[in-house]
């Protein structure tokens, strides 16, 4: 009933910056919190930074003072702009979207992740 679509992932140099989008469609009468999550390899999947429909923000401690993660509720769209990359950075970046669908139903949806990989 719902998908996120999402882009801007890629390789890229240490020090380099990268924007991911991710874009939700179909049956959504509203967002609530919408995330961006990676993982690496052999890693558990942990939260890089989350923003609410009202526009307040959460970062992991990694990604303060790097990364911002943005929103436009016209769109249905989160960002996450990433600066100053790391190779420790390199992981497959998932967005998550808590949505509440027109059947008034509260669902956690996934994106099907986009790789980025930073290069030493």
């Known amino acids: 009933q719902v998908q996120l679509v999402e882009s801007g992932g890629g390789l890229v140099q240490a020090g380099g910056s990268l924007r991911l989008s991710c874009a939700a469609s179909?049956?959504?009468?509203?967002?609530?919190?919408m995330a961006w999550y990676r993982q690496a390899p052999g890693n558990q999947r942990e939260l890089v930074a989350s923003?609410?429909?009202?526009?307040?923000?959460n970062y992991a401690e990694s990604a303060k003072g790097r990364f911002i993660i943005s929103r436009d509720n016209a769109k249905n769209t989160v960002y996450l702009q990433m600066n100053s990359l790391k190779p420790e950075d390199t992981a497959v970046y998932y967005c998550?979207?808590?949505?509440?669908?027109?059947?008034?139903?509260?669902?956690?949806?996934w994106g099907q992740g986009t790789q980025v990989t930073v290069s030493s």
């Open positions: 998550n979207a808590n949505v509440l669908v027109v059947a008034k139903i509260l669902v956690d949806c």
């Open positions: 179909g049956s959504i009468f509203s967002i609530n919190t």
């Open positions: 923003i609410t429909s009202g526009g307040t923000t």
